[in-house]
């Protein structure tokens, strides 16, 4: 399993410095949420303070935006050279006009889907992504509790094993050591946490812990 600690619910007075907390306590992925007030009822960061985290990062940024308007925010964030830039299916009309955009800039774009939303309306756009995040909680704030997902994992995971086996899946959203194995065994590759991470005492134990 890889893991992507979720910036979100870091100290952001000492951001720099939690940052580099997480790669030296091995974390494969640097999760940073991006969100606008208008897709998700908060707001978070802009690229300024995303460059700083890219800066002192020892590992890739994953970038989930959270947006209304895709396009302007994928262009900001383009020149720091993430890993990959997740866009949500909810937000946007021309999903794959999208994923060409994020392709372009040498970025692996990857699609996000909210709890209530079915898996089925990834049937095409799947074949042009190189990851789906699926939601374990409603996008917008951190701490939230776990929504069990189980199937809909295993739904996507048939879906992928059929029309893009190489295609990723990550899940976010009330990620711990409860519920690690049957993320692992429902077929999850990457997962998101914030506070069960930052809220540890021990960085490196609770990334160990979500290892499986």
């Given at each position: 399993?890889l893991v992507?600690?979720?910036?979100?619910s870091?100290?952001?007075?000492?951001l720099?410095?939690?940052?580099?907390?997480?790669?030296?306590?091995?974390?494969d992925?640097?999760?940073v949420?991006?969100?606008?007030g208008?897709?998700?009822?908060?707001?978070?960061?802009?690229?300024?303070?995303?460059?700083a985290?890219a800066?002192?990062?020892m590992?890739p940024?994953?970038i989930?935006?959270?947006v209304?308007?895709?396009?302007?925010?994928i262009?900001?964030?383009?020149?720091l050279?993430?890993k990959?830039?997740?866009?949500?299916y909810?937000?946007?009309?021309h999903?794959?006009?999208i994923a060409?955009?994020i392709?372009?800039?040498?970025i692996s774009?990857a699609?996000v889907?909210?709890?209530?939303?079915?898996?089925s309306?990834?049937?095409?756009?799947?074949k042009y992504?190189?990851?789906?995040l699926?939601m374990s909680?409603?996008?917008?704030?951190?701490?939230?509790?776990?929504?069990?997902?189980y199937?809909?994992?295993?739904?996507l995971?048939?879906?992928i094993?059929?029309?893009?086996p190489?295609?990723?899946?990550?899940?976010d959203?009330?990620?711990?050591?409860?519920?690690?194995?049957?993320?692992k065994?429902a077929?999850?590759?990457?997962?998101?946490?914030?506070?069960?991470?930052?809220g540890?005492r021990?960085y490196?134990?609770a990334?160990k812990?979500?290892?499986?």
């Amino acid at each position: 399993m890889l893991v992507a600690p979720s910036i979100l619910s870091a100290d952001f007075g000492i951001l720099a410095k939690e940052v580099v907390s997480i790669c030296e306590a091995g974390a494969d992925l640097v999760h940073v949420d991006v969100m606008d007030g208008h897709f998700v009822p908060n707001m978070t960061i802009g690229p300024v303070v995303v460059k700083a985290v890219a800066d002192v990062a020892m590992k890739p940024l994953d970038i989930h935006l959270m947006v209304e308007d895709n396009t302007f925010f994928i262009d900001l964030f383009a020149p720091l050279k993430p890993k990959y830039i997740s866009f949500h299916y909810e937000s946007e009309k021309h999903h794959h006009r999208i994923a060409q955009k994020i392709r372009s800039y040498d970025i692996s774009p990857a699609i996000v889907i909210n709890p209530a939303t079915p898996v089925s309306c990834l049937s095409e756009i799947v074949k042009y992504v190189d990851m789906v995040l699926l939601m374990s909680v409603n996008p917008g704030f951190g701490g939230q509790k776990f929504i069990p997902i189980y199937d809909k994992i295993k739904e996507l995971k048939s879906l992928i094993e059929a029309k893009n086996p190489s295609c990723l899946i990550e899940v976010d959203g009330g990620v711990s050591d409860k519920n690690i194995h049957a993320l692992k065994a429902a077929g999850v590759d990457i997962v998101v946490a914030g506070s069960y991470i930052f809220g540890h005492r021990d960085y490196a134990a609770a990334i160990k812990s979500l290892k499986v």
